[in-house]
């Protein structure tokens, strides 16, 4: 069975800071990956994948995730944080081979502070 | 409009009652989920189907039925509803399996 772990319940970070959300999974076979973002209230919106390719995968606003497979981490990065920035972030693995269901990381709340 | 909604997208009700959560997708994406969000669990799959007339289970489908007879409706039914069902339910469609999900905006439900 697939699984996903975000260790981290909450980040703190400065405004114009970096920022890293860590998450790792757990799949047989190669993984499909993303990041997405919720805002209060709000449904998830799409940040970026990763299916193949460059272990780097650069997504919406500014937003850019390292695929480690010796790892199975998939981080999400920032060079410099901003205000608005502060969300609920997912991470996601998909079965490729499951009509594509994903299995999503409890959540990591970041908090940028001006 | 094209994209993903749910309704309703606020529900109110009582213990034992039947409710239907509704989610219509105008992009004919094969592949539909519907998910419960609740705090300190994430996102959790009840119910996924990969196209019209096919449905599977996910993790936590006990008390929910769900129906696809056609491509863009994919209608969640709480069948006895109870007040572990009380959460935020989102609805998800995708073209494929390596492709992204489009979520619709939610149904907050409540049981009392």
């Known amino acids: 069975a697939q699984s996903v772990a975000q260790p981290e319940d909450q980040v703190n970070v400065a405004e114009g800071n970096p920022l890293t959300v860590k998450c790792t999974y757990s799949?047989?076979?190669?993984?499909?990956l993303f990041w997405y973002v919720q805002y209060p209230n709000r449904g998830l919106q799409f940040l970026l994948k990763y299916i193949t390719g460059d272990n780097l995968v650069k997504g919406s606003y500014g937003f850019e995730a390292e695929f480690n497979k010796s790892q199975t981490s998939f981080h999400l990065k920032k060079p410099s944080a901003l205000v608005s920035d502060s969300a609920l972030y997912f991470c996601a693995v998909r079965d490729k081979a499951n009509a594509g269901k994903s299995t999503f990381g409890d959540g990591t709340t970041l908090t940028v502070k001006p | 409009d094209a994209g993903i909604t749910q309704s309703p997208r606020y529900k109110i009700t009582e213990t034992g009652r039947q409710v239907t959560l509704m989610c219509h997708q105008t992009?004919?994406?094969?592949?539909m989920f519907w998910y419960r969000q609740d705090l300190g669990h994430g996102l959790r799959l009840i119910y996924y189907s990969a196209a019209a007339d096919i449905t599977d289970k996910g993790e936590v489908p006990d008390g929910y039925v769900v129906s696809r007879s056609k491509t863009e409706n994919f209608p969640l039914t709480l069948e006895s509803a109870t007040r572990s069902q009380t959460s935020v339910y989102f609805c998800?469609?995708?073209?494929?399996?390596?492709?992204?999900?489009?979520f619709g905006p939610g149904t907050r439900l409540t049981v009392l």
């Open positions: 998800a469609s995708s073209e494929s399996t390596a492709t992204l999900y489009y």
């Open positions: 992009w004919s994406h094969s592949y």
């Open positions: 799949v047989s076979g190669n993984p499909y």
